[in-house]
């Protein structure tokens, strides 16, 4: 039985975890974690969320909560996310973070607490983006400089961060198929009079509208012809059942770094 923390309970996604994790037989939920002096601290969890079972009471103290947890899943806010992580490393607890739009210095912060706990970072955690992203790196690859490739997302109103974490990595993958660096060619900014396509660039698209899950489509165009590889969500059960997944995977490995494609096994 896997003991799960859930940070930032109250959003979007932390609810979805607790009920990922409230509904599996292999977990418990051990710590609905509020923000720091809530004022439903101390109430039980079903009260404020019905939809949730377990007997338990809402806490906004980590250091306490972390006496009965074996790890914590993570989705927040970038800042929030890094004092969350800092605090595990020095309680010891195992991390998943979900979060997305990370700075790259918030991003090394991270990376310095992983010779003292495991931690998994992933900008999406369903199945169907990860076969995606694994992907388009031989589709990159294959096609070359002779394709003009695009990455349109989409998704709800209320998202802070855009280009989304997943555009991101795709990004990624498509420039290590490419084999050329990332940063050298993502346009994000195409836009005014003098905008025309840099050959060899990947452009960004983010549309941002009410309540679209997340949808992320790869855009080769060849001449007289095209390939689009798109993944859409249809809940965000599927992002909170991969993070509970990636938890469990999580509390077995040593100190280090880890993204969702070492859960499921798609590391090249
Ligand atoms: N990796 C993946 O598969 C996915 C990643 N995401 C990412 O997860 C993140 C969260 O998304 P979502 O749930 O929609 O966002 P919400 O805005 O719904 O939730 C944000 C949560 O963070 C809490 N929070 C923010 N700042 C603090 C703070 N300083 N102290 C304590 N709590 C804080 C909020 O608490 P309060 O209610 O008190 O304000 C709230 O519970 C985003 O970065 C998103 O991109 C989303 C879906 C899938
Ligand atoms: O904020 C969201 O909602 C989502 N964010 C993630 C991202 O930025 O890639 C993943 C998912 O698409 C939903």
Redesign the pocket.
């Known amino acids: 039985m896997t003991r799960i923390a859930i940070?930032?309970?109250?959003?979007?996604?932390?609810q979805q975890l607790m009920y990922a994790v409230d509904r599996d037989s292999h977990c418990e939920l051990a710590a609905p974690l509020?923000?720091?002096g809530?004022n439903w601290t101390g109430d039980p969890v079903s009260q404020q969320f019905p939809d949730i079972k377990t007997n338990i009471a809402l806490v906004d103290d980590l250091s306490k909560a972390s006496e009965s947890a074996d790890v914590l899943i993570d989705?927040?806010?970038?800042?929030?996310s890094v004092?969350t992580a800092k605090l595990c490393a020095n309680l010891g607890l195992p991390v998943v973070i979900?979060?997305?739009?990370f700075s790259y210095q918030q991003k090394q912060a991270i990376e310095t607490l992983t010779d003292k706990i495991p931690v998994l970072m992933?900008?999406?955690?369903?199945i169907g983006v990860n076969v995606m992203l694994s992907l388009l790196e031989g589709v990159a690859r294959t096609l070359g400089d002779d394709a003009d490739i695009e990455i349109i997302e989409s998704h709800h109103r209320?998202?802070?961060?855009a280009p989304?974490?997943t555009a991101l990595r795709m990004g990624e993958s498509v420039a290590k198929g490419l084999g050329k660096v990332f940063s050298e060619i993502a346009a994000f900014d195409r836009c005014g009079k003098d905008a025309v396509r840099e050959k060899g660039s990947v452009g960004f698209s983010a549309i941002r509208a009410g309540n679209i899950i997340?949808e992320h489509t790869a855009l080769f165009a060849l001449a007289g012809e095209e390939i689009e590889i798109t993944h859409k969500a249809r809940d965000?059960q599927t992002?909170a059942q991969?993070?509970v997944r990636a938890a469990r995977w999580l509390v077995d490995q040593p100190p280090g770094s880890y993204d969702m494609m070492d859960v499921l096994g798609l590391k090249q």
């Open positions: 940070n930032a309970c109250t959003g979007r996604m932390g509020l923000r720091k809530h989705f927040s806010l970038p800042e929030h004092e979900g979060t997305t739009g992933a900008p999406n955690m369903s209320y998202k802070k961060d989304s974490g997340g965000r992002f991969g993070a």
